[in-house]
């Protein structure tokens, strides 16, 4: 059985005061799954099989298989990356809980295995106390290890974070005079053909990783459509900007070995 085929629930919970918040949960197991919905109704509103929304918060859950969790943890990272994940143990009195990010320590951390308790240790983890400050150092260097941990590639946001970042730059530009370039890569079916989205989900991957392996660390990319990226090139003029895209295209030409799709892209100068 593939990760794709596991049963998977979606859970929906509000805090007072909160934006609603998605936890995923990934199990194969039936009874886990009753099990949970048992600890958490009431609290939780239960949406199955849509493992396509992307969540605030993942929880994988087992009882006997240790494996399924390394499965299940690469899996979703590349389908959620950067997305918080926590493996769930459940034994017969009590719950453990072990974080991604201290897998050495697989003791992990044991609660009761009541309703409070697992709906309080999932709070306090999606909602850190408020009063618990960070210094400005320790800001800088958590947001410099996101983006430290590649040494080539451009920056890639989600969209709404592009909007923001694109606000940001387009009135930089205009104070500084400062050259960047917007460019649009888009995938279209070759010879006039309907789309097929098993082919375009191929094709659209390799362009992600084109992009991701020729441009600079100062360029932001994000996904604007299912067969359509866009990059803002930093100090780029006319030339940059299309020698930018050429190598982008030859180096798709290289990954790609279809033919169902033909890359196509637009530039223009920001604020044009």
């Not at 949970?36 to 605030?56: E, I, K, S, V, Y």
């Not at 999932?122 to 260097?141: V, Y």
């Not at 989205?197 to 191929?202: A, H, Q, T």
């Not at 003029?237 to 190598?247: E, F, I, P, Q, S």
Request: hydrophobic share 40%; aromatic share 10%.
């Amino acid at each position: 059985m593939t990760l794709r085929q596991r049963r998977v629930i979606v859970l929906f919970f509000g805090l007072v005061g909160e934006t609603v918040k998605t936890l995923l949960i990934v199990s194969e197991s039936d009874q886990i799954c009753e099990m949970l919905n048992t600890l958490l109704t009431g609290h939780f509103r239960l949406l199955r099989n849509n493992a396509q929304t992307r969540p605030d918060f993942i929880l994988i859950a087992a009882q006997e298989d240790f494996s399924c969790f390394f499965a299940a943890k690469e899996y979703y990272q590349n389908e959620f990356p950067e997305v918080p994940m926590l493996f769930l143990w459940i034994e017969d009195t009590c719950l453990r809980i072990v974080s991604c990010s201290n897998l050495r320590y697989m003791n992990g951390i044991t609660i009761p295995k009541s309703p409070d308790s697992l709906l309080g240790y999932l709070n306090d983890s999606l909602m850190p106390d408020a009063g618990d400050l960070q210094k400005l150092p320790e800001i800088q260097t958590d947001i410099r290890s996101h983006y430290t941990q590649k040494d080539t590639g451009a920056i890639k946001v989600e969209y709404d974070n592009f909007a923001s970042i694109f606000q940001f730059v387009e009135q930089l530009a205009a104070r500084s005079g400062q050259s960047v370039q917007t460019l649009l890569l888009s995938l279209l079916p070759a010879g006039g053909r309907a789309h097929n989205y098993d082919l375009l989900r191929d094709a659209r991957a390799l362009l992600n990783e084109a992009i991701l392996r020729t441009l600079r660390k100062n360029d932001v990319m994000t996904g604007c459509s299912d067969s359509q990226f866009l990059v803002l090139l930093m100090d780029a003029d006319d030339d940059g900007g299309h020698l930018a895209a050429n190598r982008i295209y030859n180096t798709f030409l290289g990954l790609y070995e279809g033919d169902a799709y033909q890359l196509h892209y637009d530039i223009k100068p920001i604020g044009k």
